[in-house]
Nanobody, 125 residues
Framework: QVQLVESGGGLVQAGGSLRLSCVVS????????LAWFRQAPGMEREFVIN????????YYADSAKGRFTISRDLDRNTVYLQMNSLKPEDTAVYYC??????????????????WGHGTQVIVSS
């Protein structure tokens, strides 16, 4: 089993930055990739970015390219989402997710077996 706990959300003005954290606990061999998703009110949960835990390869949604960066601290078992140049449309609950080991990481909710409870990001105009 894998447990994921997000933090770092909050209220920020448009153009500002936030860094979200996701602490991963449990068996480190129980997952393959970590991702960030987000869900705005009344909208479906959408993929933002992911990273393969073994080789650190990343995949970005178009909405994240040039503004968001994923990184990790292996000593702290933590994955970060650095968000710059934030826009009001980035307002959402942001979720950390992990695939099961052996699973192919993708950009769909169904690709991920483990989820955190989310952290709220509000970007004011």
């Amino acid at each position: 089993q894998v447990q994921l706990v997000e933090s770092g959300g909050g209220l920020v003005q448009a153009g500002g930055s936030l860094r979200l954290s996701c602490v991963v606990s449990g068996d480190s061999f129980s997952f393959r990739s970590l991702a960030w998703f987000r869900q705005a009110p009344g909208m479906e949960r959408e993929f933002v970015i992911n990273e393969d835990w073994s080789d650190a390869s990343t995949y970005y949604a178009d909405s994240a390219k040039g503004r968001f960066t994923i990184s990790r601290d292996l000593d702290r078992n933590t994955v970060y989402l650095q968000m710059n140049s934030l826009k009001p449309e980035d307002t959402a609950v942001y979720y950390c997710a992990a695939t099961a080991v052996g699973a192919v990481a993708g950009d769909t909710v169904g690709s991920y077996a483990f989820w955190g409870h989310g952290t709220q990001v509000i970007v004011s105009s």
